[in-house]
């Protein structure tokens, strides 16, 4: 099955639960919580107090991405936040604090992520595959919205899911960035079963009908 994780970076923020309230009626599986730090990438965008928040807000399964350095400083937190699932970029710190990161967020009782950003090679997932529950792909450079899909990283979309089926068939494989109702084929065709898709979802004017769309990609042409 084929799960939409609108991200609120393409949310109107003065009305955050609200628009979460709406897609999560409109169908939505999960809702992706993007946290930038300046550093690791340029942007800055929202951290744990905005995710404490939105925890009392809705009972929806939040994705956290941590585009952020050494997240090992911070995972404890954004678990005791309310993140469902904490994932990890690979390029953000060493194997090892990686792994302690992952050990870490298991401890709290959360599902685990890593993600890799463009220019990142599939096997760069094999330290990490038995440990973790999904593996995100990025397919524009990570730290703002509204970018174009690099095709180039469906190969790697595509090496990844290989990995995942020999090893942690459990594992689901996310992409996020650029995705609309024209890219997500690919991406699925590529080996996702997670879509992440901020502005498609967020500025469609029938968001349930968006969602089923997208949900819908791998099933051929979309009309």
């Known amino acids: 099955m084929i799960k939409i994780a609108p991200s609120i970076l393409s949310a109107d923020f003065a009305r955050l639960g609200v628009e979460i309230s709406d897609v999560m009626a409109c169908g939505a599986d ?103 529950d999904l593996i995100l792909v990025m397919t524009v450079y990570p730290g703002l919205g509204g970018q174009t899909l690099l095709f180039d990283q469906l190969d790697v979309v595509s090496g990844v899911r290989k990995i995942i089926d020999e090893r942690n068939p459990g594992c689901e494989l996310e992409v996020d960035g650029g995705i609309t109702l024209e890219t997500a084929p690919a991406a699925i065709a590529a080996g996702a079963n997670v879509l992440v898709s901020g502005s498609t979802v967020f500025h469609s004017g029938d968001r349930a009908a968006t969602i089923r769309a997208l949900r819908a990609a791998g099933d051929g042409p979309i009309l």
């Open 30 to 132: 999960y809702i992706h919580f993007d946290v930038m730090d300046g550093m690791f990438v340029r942007n800055i965008s929202f951290g744990i107090p905005v995710l404490a928040s939105i925890r009392k807000a809705t009972d929806a399964f939040i994705d956290v991405h941590l585009m952020i350095e050494q997240p090992l400083r911070y995972v404890q937190r954004f678990c005791d936040s309310g993140a469902d699932l904490v994932n990890c970029h690979v390029e953000a710190d060493s194997v090892e604090n990686t792994r302690k990161a992952l050990d870490i967020i298991r401890s709290c009782g959360k599902k685990t992520g890593i993600t890799l950003s463009p220019g990142t090679k599939a096997d760069a997932v094999l330290p990490f595959i038995d440990d973790v």
